[in-house]
């Protein structure tokens, strides 16, 4: 089967490269530009959408109080939808998965496959520490942004080998962010719109063939990979792989690793469609 080739970027929207399209979700930061390596990765291999999440104010989608959590699920509906595609590979970063997890329950018929990479599990309660964020976020946005330098230099040096490497992606990533920075109160906001939706019923209502991405679990200190692999419990078609040498930064920090793992899985569940076909034709 072909597919359109487009190369549309804006500040919200993103829709480049050709092949299976693929919808890659952000995580609860809001923001597609701050994956912008993984989505160069995966667009050598899949045509990929991405966006900003609803309510940010360079998102296209406004956020409306009455769909709470769905928002997301309908801002999907419209990326489908206005991108004229009828399935597409569904790949979820962090909150991001719960949102692919979801949309997945809600509507099966569109999703070819999901992909959760570093989800919480759909149980997720917030811990002490991010209660308190959740308390008062732009007093704790400091707090925060400490840890994730942090967080994310441990997971540089063990990714990266030399400090040129581990310079050039701090300065790629630091930019970034700062073009598209982060919003706490939305981040909150966005937090609490989980205790809104039953997210386990979902993960029972979900039949789509599932691969999960974890980092190393001395390394993802921001989503825990013994929680990421309750999916294997959860969810009954799951494959589980892991970025050797990253925590929670994986697609960012190993993208070309990050984007095959999921170029075989496709590939895998294409190939296992080819057979039963020839089988049953």
Same mark, same amino acid.
């Given at each position: 089967?072909?597919?359109?080739?487009?190369?549309?970027?804006?500040?919200?929207?993103?829709?480049?490269?050709?092949?299976?399209?693929?919808?890659?979700?952000?995580?609860?930061?809001?923001?597609?530009?701050?994956?912008?390596?993984?989505?160069?990765?995966?667009?050598?291999?899949?045509?990929?959408?991405?966006?900003?999440?609803?309510?940010?104010?360079?998102?296209?989608?406004?956020?409306?109080?009455?769909? @709470?959590?769905?928002?997301?699920?309908?801002?999907?509906?419209?990326?489908?939808?206005? /991108?004229?595609?009828?399935? #597409?590979?569904?790949?979820? =970063?962090?909150?991001?998965?719960?949102?692919?997890?979801?949309?997945?329950?809600?509507?099966?018929?569109?999703?070819? %496959?999901?992909?959760?990479?570093?989800?919480?599990?759909?149980?997720?309660?917030?811990?002490?520490?991010?209660?308190?964020?959740?308390? #008062?976020?732009?007093?704790?946005?400091?707090?925060?942004?400490?840890? %994730?330098?942090?967080?994310?230099?441990?997971?540089?040096?063990?990714?990266?080998?030399?400090?040129?490497?581990?310079? /050039?992606?701090?300065?790629?990533? #630091?930019?970034?962010? /700062?073009?598209?920075?982060?919003?706490?109160?939305?981040?909150?906001?966005?937090?609490?719109?989980?205790?809104?939706?039953?997210?386990?019923?979902?993960?029972?209502?979900?039949?789509?063939?599932?691969?999960?991405?974890?980092?190393?679990?001395?390394?993802?200190?921001?989503?825990? =990979?013994?929680?990421?692999?309750?999916?294997?419990?959860?969810?009954?078609?799951?494959?589980?792989?892991?970025?050797?040498?990253? @925590?929670?930064?994986?697609?960012?920090?190993?993208?070309?690793?990050?984007?095959?793992?999921?170029?075989?899985?496709?590939?895998?569940?294409?190939?296992?469609?080819?057979?039963?076909? #020839?089988?049953?034709?």
């Amino acid at each position: 089967m072909l597919f359109r080739s487009t190369h549309r970027r804006s500040r919200g929207t993103v829709d480049v490269g050709r092949g299976v399209p693929l919808v890659l979700i952000p995580g609860v930061q809001g923001r597609w530009e701050w994956m912008g390596a993984a989505v160069d990765a995966l667009s050598e291999r899949f045509r990929v959408l991405t966006f900003t999440l609803a309510g940010e104010p360079t998102s296209n989608h406004p956020f409306d109080a009455r769909l @709470g959590f769905d928002n997301f699920t309908a801002q999907l509906d419209r990326l489908f939808d206005e /991108a004229r595609i009828r399935e #597409a590979v569904i790949c979820g =970063v962090s909150y991001g998965g719960l949102i692919g997890l979801r949309y997945a329950a809600l509507h099966p018929s569109r999703v070819r %496959a999901l992909a959760l990479v570093s989800a919480p599990p759909p149980d997720y309660e917030p811990d002490d520490r991010t209660e308190r964020y959740l308390r #008062a976020p732009r007093l704790m946005t400091p707090l925060f942004c400490a840890g %994730a330098i942090s967080r994310g230099w441990a997971e540089m040096r063990r990714a990266l080998p030399t400090w040129r490497a581990r310079g /050039a992606f701090a300065s790629r990533q #630091a930019a970034q962010v /700062a073009r598209a920075p982060m919003r706490p109160r939305l981040m909150r906001d966005r937090v609490r719109l989980l205790r809104t939706v039953n997210l386990v019923e979902a993960a029972k209502d979900c039949r789509s063939p599932v691969l999960v991405i974890t980092g190393d679990p001395d390394l993802d200190r921001v989503v825990t =990979v013994a929680s990421t692999l309750r999916y294997r419990e959860l969810l009954p078609h799951v494959r589980v792989v892991r970025i050797e040498r990253t @925590g929670h930064l994986g697609l960012v920090l190993r993208p070309d690793v990050f984007a095959q793992h999921i170029a075989d899985f496709v590939g895998h569940l294409e190939t296992a469609r080819q057979t039963r076909c #020839a089988q049953t034709g």
